[in-house]
């Protein structure tokens, strides 16, 4: 049973990890600032909740004693508010990840495991080729240029003090307990819409190709590989499939029977044409790969977001 230390542990991957790490047996303290907000995550025995902020280093300080693994799953801004903000995303972010690291430090913490970007860091490729954790990242987005500096201060932290690390550049990950109001996840908030009978927003002619991975084959597979031997310090964790924002649409309109209205935006000119991830290294090195099909994840997010607005009105 390992100690863990789940950073972001009430948000949507984070809780998704607590539920997967307590189904392997470890321990977890779960770091968030809940206040009252309702747990995301399953109760269970071997979960200490901690009502902490991220931006204060006591709260990180007093969090990690006694902790093995770190899961750093924190993050103060979106794409989309880095976008408008990026002075925030390094004051916050980067600055606080770098007293994180510290502090890990100092804790004698045995890994930091770190949810990276893996939608947005590698820029843009118009070759139509996998991206491979060997592909040079070229961000332009400040989302994922911070990401990109967290992980470089990751190899600063491991050369200069040995605090090993994993990073997982997740491509886009979608699903149960996504929150709509921060406008992150194109499935929910169309899922969302489409439930509503609102339009949808799509970005110039919908060619636009992304790879979408399950939300429980990512916490499943970070659960499995965190405290293994590892051949390198970065993992794409994707389906290593893409689908375009029209193929999207039609399967959901597909699955719910509705006719799916849309509005069209001009892109912005930080998003990339494409991004499909090549997951081999993932493979190669611990015998695991995302299981659960876009038209089954689609019906299962689906399910839920029917369920929670239906009970919403009661």
Known sequence: MAKCLVLGANGFIGSHLVDSLIEKGHSIRA??????????FNDHDHI????????????????????????????????ITAENDPVTDITTNISMSVELLQECVAANVQRVIFASTGGAI???????????????????SPYAIGKLTIENYLRYFRVKHGLDSITVRISNPYGERQPVGRKQGVIPIFLERIYDDQPVTVLGDGSMVRDYVYVKDVANIIAQIFDKDHRQGVYNLGSGKGES????VDAMQQLTGKTVMRETLPVPSTFVKRVVLDTTALQRDFSVAAQTRLADGLKKTWQYICAHNEAEKK
């Open 31 to 40: 770091f968030d600032r809940f206040g009252d907000s309702r747990r995301r």
């Open 48 to 79: 200490e909740v901690v009502d902490g902020n991220f931006l204060n280093r006591d709260d990180l300080k007093n969090a990690l004693n006694g902790v093995e693994y770190v899961f750093h799953f924190i993050s103060t801004t979106t794409p």
């Open 122 to 140: 590698y820029g843009e490729y118009t070759d139509g080729r996998l991206l491979s954790e060997d592909t040079m990242p070229l961000p332009i």
């Open 245 to 248: 924002i029209n193929e999207l």
